[in-house]
């Protein structure tokens, strides 16, 4: 064996070659037989015995003059192919032996190079044909199912179990060396099955007992108990956590039904759900129980008269629903609840925690699922199939609607896609005045409604009377802003049909964009009446402005209902009795969801003059859920043009974040920091700001001088109130933005770098087999004329007799191009192991030439 | 669940807790799961590591992968015999891996072998004219499924071997966001 060692295995144009480098990472070893996760061995071991039939004739001459020259005692034993490739010692004492002999040495040497085991070769003789095909069938373990082969083939089981155990050695050890918490992460993540993972697992904690039992300290085993049971904690809270998930079953029955983009609809309103419920637990915890606690003043007793779940006035103005109804008193003796901080601080940690939320789940999306953009339509025929879907008929229109969508890229490539220059300029106007309309209509809604609620505020002061007409008369505004609402988005739609984007995905972008500024401009217009206007001229403006706020979620809930009535319902009917040229009703998740948006803003602007207006959420989405959920069966069928939810998704939460959260929370800030609260009511009455609150607050602090909230006085002055400071900060800020956005825009380039690279070594590759393939023909011919070769006519004679059964060999094999046609210049289908060891040859043979 | 304790021991749970994407709760509610489709073949105590096997028929009848397309080779995949025959290793693997948290990489990985019909580590031609007439029930013509997976190849391919292997697929899973979404199965 001392000729057959692996060393020549080490051959870079093997280690550095893509195809079979992709990933030798230990922990991604196993045996569920991957051939890239194999242990090296397996495929080195095949590579080295396959021997390219081409070099077989030479090989046979060779093995027939080398062994005319020394006849050994070599047996064939099952370890003979695992080293091929000689030893260098080995093979430089031959090929000094055969440079001394065979003048066509250098041409041949890499032919050589890979066969000089047949050195010693006439005893083995009579074993040869059988070996052969041994090694014929052996190139399987090349192969998929790779260790199956294995264990099929030749290689001994002792040979396998110990690559596996190695390969699981050095897993072992590098998962002993992580802490527990990566470990479990990693355990989890391994290609292999369970029963592998488990007996790893148990090595690994074999492994990790031994060592401590090596240093058994009390401190060590307590802090391994300590972690265990964390981990147990941690883990039950987890299944707390899934035991307390909302509509599991009806999730699943949706996604099953409808698949995943529909689905992500019913998630984004459960997640506003858990949104509200948060805020409405902070804010009666922390305001609306202290409140009650302390006995309410009210002043004047108003009956309930039913219109007031409607409009939200009368007999709820004096209750804890609004900011009208909290008192600005300290309770309770010396450790005293201050309302006033209370109120300040629950509202703004409230915003805070959200805006922290919304930037994670923002962020998390992002990495998740804004990918870079994929073109053509690979990825629809592997990756866009939902699993998760169980139900029949969606299953089959799922079928449907990829089948036309194929249908439809394979026409589109055909046709290309040309537009003359008339044709652009049409398209051009279209748009523009598409723009143009949409922007118009958006302006006239806001004007319109600004001037319903200048005429809303003179009836007010006019009228101090509580009749039942004048609070009726209070719905007018939010119905005209709800009706605006369902009437231009559907103006929108119709819009967009005539104007013809090419790619479906910019209509539904642009119609989005327009929904958007439309409902961020009446809420614009409405914050610009609240703030600017109403403040200034109505006692106790701040529940005025509550009320409003109420009342509009009341209406635009109703109006959702009937628009789910009519636009589904109806369409549905419509489409399936009278027109069913119409068609039943797709559900339109973009509506859908930018409705769920504006909702979702109002409650936020509401939460400062209305802290209880997060219940009046929480039961709206809760019924919603339902109502949809209905809707949904009854009357819609899934979206037919499917694929990017979880882009859409991102945007979605995007857009929740950054028109409607953060405008929320400038316009609390805007009352807070500069608007004068009421003079006469809530809990900020007296002061000139809200925030005045605080700062007052900070003063008595500082009088008291103790050195132990010395702490907040200085974070109060040197952080809060100077100027200094959120300059740095937003300095900072924008220097990381910055930042980041270099590092991104050069991974951007890095990847389209190295894609290029990726394209132009598989055209390497291709050229060099091209150039191979034609050094190859050349090859026989000078081979023949080698004199060495004629010398030897027994021993080629002999195996002469012996090739035909490998070449059948070879040829019999399921999945393996026959060589000479595979690796034809123009065939694709070439085994990348044939490559391989071409290239191997190529690289040795370029070497020796060096050599020379 | 008082008979909790009886299934596995708090050993094996722990084994299969840090092994699967699963909690406590949801490994029994599988077993269960695993458990109603061969009642009589599947004994309630495990402690004693029983080595049964449920028959692919009653695996590929469960309703999550009943209509399924690929229900067979998804089986046959996380099956040890490759004949989609489950030990209850087999099926916690199946949903551990179908499941919302399992990563992008561990996922791709087991939809390559999904899609390779052929189990011979490479998406070629033949696989996903496979994977083209499940999906779209062999409602293409011929030419039309031909050109298709050409277009397939031709995208995907990056070191033009006419075929795609698993960083093919790879590279392509990642420019397709929706793939950790829609390859879930919840249970």
């Known amino acids: 064996m001392s000729y057959y060692n692996r060393e020549g295995l080490f051959n870079p144009a093997y280690h550095d070659s893509e195809t079979l480098e992709i990933d030798r990472s230990p922990s991604r070893r196993s045996h569920h037989y991957n051939p890239y996760d194999r242990d090296s061995e397996p495929w080195q071991r095949g590579l080295t015995d396959w021997t390219p039939p081409e070099a077989l004739p030479r090989y046979n001459e060779q093995g027939r003059y080398l062994g005319d020259s020394g006849e050994g005692n070599w047996r064939p034993t099952d370890h003979m192919a695992m080293g091929l490739v000689p030893h260098p010692n080995g093979s430089l004492r031959w090929q000094h032996n055969q440079g001394s002999v065979n003048a066509g040495y250098q041409a041949d040497s890499a032919v050589d190079y890979i066969t000089p085991p047949l050195e010693e070769q006439p005893p083995w003789a009579p074993h040869m044909g059988e070996t052969l095909r041994q090694r014929g069938t052996r190139k399987m373990s090349l192969f998929p199912g790779g260790g199956v082969a294995l264990g099929r083939l030749g290689i001994t089981e002792e040979d396998v179990r110990e690559e596996i155990q190695s390969g699981e050695q050095e897993l072992v ?61 941690g883990a039950s809270m987890v299944s707390a956590k899934q035991a307390m998930t909302l509509w599991h079953g009806t999730i699943k029955e949706i996604g099953g039904k409808f698949g995943t983009s529909v689905l992500s609809y019913f998630l984004f309103l459960k997640w506003l759900l ?26 004047d007793q108003i009956n309930f008269r039913g219109l007031e779940l409607l409009t939200g006035a009368g007999y709820f103005n004096q209750t804890v629903l609004y900011y009208g109804g909290y008192s600005n008193e300290t309770i309770g003796d010396p450790p005293a609840y201050d309302m006033q901080l209370a109120y300040f601080f629950t509202i703004a940690a409230y915003l805070v925690l959200c805006g922290l939320s919304l930037i994670y789940s923002m962020a998390r999306s992002f990495q998740k699922n804004f990918v870079l953009s994929a073109s053509g339509n690979a ?53 523009l005045g598409t723009w143009f309309i949409s922007t118009g209509l958006a302006a006239a809604s806001c004007a319109a409604i600004y001037f319903l609620c200048l005429g809303y505020l003179d009836s007010i002061n006019d009228s101090q009377d509580s009749s039942l007409l004048t609070e009726a008369s209070t719905l007018l505004l939010p119905f005209v802003v709800s009706l605006i609402n369902l009437v231009i988005p559907l103006l929108y739609s119709l819009l967009s049909k005539i104007e013809k984007y090419s790619n ?18 009446i809420l614009g217009i409405l914050c610009y009446y609240w703030m600017k206007i109403l403040s200034n001229r109505i006692t106790c403006w701040e529940s005025i402005v509550g009320q409003d706020l109420y009342r509009l979620v009341i209406i635009d809930f109703i109006f959702l209902m009937l628009e789910t009535f009519f636009g589904e319902f109806l369409h549905n009917i419509i489409g399936t009795k009278c027109l069913p040229s119409l068609g039943v009703p797709e559900f339109d998740i973009a509506r859908n969801v930018l409705n769920l948006i504006y909702a979702q803003t109002l409650a936020w602007i509401g939460i400062y003059f209305s802290p209880l207006l997060p219940v009046l959420q929480m039961i709206k989405l809760f019924i919603m859920f339902y109502l949809k959920k209905v809707s949904l069966y009854q009357n819609c069928q899934p979206p037919r043009r499917y694929g990017r939810a979880a882009q859409m998704q991102t945007i979605f939460i995007a857009l929740l974040f950054i028109p409607s959260f953060v405008g929320a929370v400038s316009m609390v800030a805007y009352t807070v920091w500069s608007l004068k609260p009421s003079a006469h009511c809530g809990p900020f009455q007296g002061l000139d700001t809200t925030f005045e609150a605080v700062v007052l607050w900070m003063e008595r602090v500082n009088i008291l001088n103790l050195p132990e909230s010395m702490w907040a006085v200085w974070i109060f002055h040197n ?64 081979a023949s004329s ?29 999945g393996i191009p026959h060589p000479e046609e595979g ?30 | 669940m008082g008979n909790k304790q009886t299934i596995f021991t708090a050993q094996q749970l722990d084994a299969y807790q840090d092994c699967t994407f699963f909690t406590r709760k949801e490994i029994i509610r599988l077993f269960h799961r695993y458990r109603d489709l061969a009642p009589q073949l599947i004994p309630l105590d495990y402690t004693n590591k029983p080595d049964v096997k449920v028959p692919y028929e009653l695996i590929g009848s469960m309703p999550e992968l009943k209509e399924n397309p690929f229900r067979q080779r998804i089986a046959e995949v996380f099956s040890e015999d490759g004949e989609g025959n489950m030990t209850l290793d087999d099926f916690l693997d199946m949903f551990s891996v179908l499941s919302e948290m399992a990563p992008r990489d561990l996922k791709a990985y087991y939809a390559f072998k999904i899609y390779d019909f052929n189990n011979d580590d490479y998406i070629c031609k033949s696989d996903l004219e496979k994977t083209l007439n499940k999906l779209t029930r062999n409602e293409l013509s011929e030419d039309e499924s031909r050109l298709v997976c050409e277009k397939v190849i031709d995208e995907a391919d990056l070191d033009n071997d006419g075929r795609l292997s698993l960083e093919d697929f790879q590279h392509m899973i990642v420019r397709a966001p929706d793939f950790l979404s829609t390859f879930h199965i919840r249970i």
Request: aromatic residues 10%; glycine residues 4%; proline residues 4%.
């Open chain 1, 173 to 233: 050890k590098e998962l002993v060396a992580m802490s527990s918490r990566d470990q479990i992460q990693a355990m989890r993540v391994l290609q292999m099955s369970l029963q592998d993972k488990r007996h790893i697992r148990r090595q690994v904690l074999a492994c990790k007992s031994s060592k401590r039992g090596l240093k058994l300290t009390c401190l060590t085993d307590c802090t391994e108990q300590v972690s265990r049971s964390f981990r147990r904690f």
């Open chain 1, 274 to 299: 858990m949104f509200n419920v948060f805020s409405f637990v902070v804010n009666f915890g922390f305001i609306t129980v202290p409140q009650l606690v302390q006995l309410p003043n009210r002043t």
């Open chain 1, 379 to 431: 990825w629809c025929l592997l990756c866009s199939w939902d699993f998760s879907i169980t139900n029949v008929k969606a299953i089959r229109q799922r079928q449907n609607n990829l089948r036309v969508q194929l249908k439809e890229s394979l026409s589109e490539k055909n046709q290309g896609f040309h537009m003359t220059m008339s044709e652009k300029l049409k398209q051009f106007g279209i748009h």
């Open chain 1, 504 to 521: 479906p995905r910019t209509q539904i972008y642009v119609i989005i964009l327009r929904n958007v500024f439309l409902k961020m401009g």
């Open chain 1, 719 to 782: 952080v809060i109130k100077s100027e200094l400071f959120f300059y740095l900060i937003s300095l900072i800020i924008l220097v990381l933005i910055y930042f980041f956005w270099q590092i991104t825009q050069g991974r951007k380039l890095l990847i389209n770098l190295l894609r290029e690279q990726i394209i132009n070594e598989g055209k390497d590759k291709a050229f060099l087999l091209e150039k191979l393939q034609k050094l190859q023909k050349t090859m026989p011919t000078m």
């Open chain 1, 786 to 814: 080698q004199p060495a070769y004629t010398q030897m006519p027994q021993t080629y004679a002999r195996i002469q007799e012996i090739e035909p059964d490998y070449e059948q060999d070879f040829q019999g094999l399921p």
């Open chain 1, 823 to 852: 690796s034809g210049p123009t065939g694709p289908p070439i085994t990348s192991a044939l490559i391989q060891a071409m290239l191997a040859r190529k690289q040795a043979e370029e070497d020796e030439e060096e050599g020379y």
